[in-house]
């Protein structure tokens, strides 16, 4: 069964605009990361934020994490259509082993 | 693709037959994981590694074994492939301590 759900299943907004997506989940966790797929290529970490952290930056993303409402957010600011991809949210539940379990994601598209 | 090989990029086979997906990595990692990838599905974790000849299944392994002789080979044998297994496959690695995965670029399989 899918920890994580992310909301929405597609976004679309032109070159410059921030984009959000979401995530929620049913279980604890001991960090939640987020990766992005082009189109025919495997995924790529974009950021990892901890069970005991809120809110993490990197570059122009902006990840924040609620615990007690067990959803986190990815923010893109000034996206540029090299963002077009799809975007994921992985749990990790501290079972051992670093297994992840994904959303079935967000698809964006940016469009120029 | 972070040192990861999937081979073959692309496969098409018979219901009924044995196939065999190579993941192999120059990285020297400790964890490797067999992920399927299905529209409406997102990832979902078939088979995970822990060392050589350490395996463990994941959320949906029926239908699937996995081998691990090397640190630097992981392999997934479908014994008897079904149309249901049609899907894209992913393998992922995780270095001790690093809590992120790498993947390769997937192997693209069609059971007829």
């Known amino acids: 069964s899918q920890q994580g759900e992310e909301d929405p299943q597609a976004l679309s907004i032109q070159e410059g605009e921030n984009a959000t997506m979401n995530c929620s989940y049913k279980?604890?966790?001991?960090?939640l990361q987020w990766y992005r797929q082009n189109s025919g290529r495997g995924l790529v970490h974009l950021i990892l934020?901890?069970?005991?952290?809120r809110e993490k930056h990197s570059g122009r993303l902006r990840v924040t994490l609620d615990t007690s409402k067990k959803s986190s957010s990815l923010l893109i600011t000034a996206s540029r259509a090299a963002d077009t991809a799809s975007y994921f949210c992985?749990?990790?539940?501290?079972?051992?082993?670093?297994?992840?379990?994904f959303g079935k994601g967000t698809k964006l598209s940016v469009i120029p | 693709d972070a040192g990861i090989t999937q081979s073959p990029r692309h496969k098409v086979t018979e219901t009924g037959t044995p196939v065999t997906l190579r993941c192999h990595q120059t990285e020297n990692h400790r964890y490797m994981y067999w992920y399927r990838q299905d529209p409406g599905h997102g990832l979902r974790l078939i088979h995970y590694?822990?060392?050589?000849?350490?395996?463990d299944k994941g959320e949906v392994s029926d239908g699937y074994s996995v081998s691990r002789s090397k640190t630097e080979d992981f392999l997934l044998t479908l014994e008897s492939a079904t149309s249901s297994q049609t899907s894209v496959y992913f393998c992922?690695?995780?270095?001790?301590?690093?809590?992120?995965?790498?993947f390769g670029s997937g192997t693209q399989l069609s059971v007829l």
């Open positions: 934020i901890r069970s005991n952290e």
């Open positions: 279980t604890s966790i001991n960090n």
């Open positions: 992922a690695i995780s270095g001790t301590g690093d809590e992120k995965l790498f």
């Open positions: 590694s822990y060392g050589v000849k350490d395996t």
């Open positions: 992985a749990t990790d539940s501290g079972a051992g082993s670093y297994q992840l379990t």
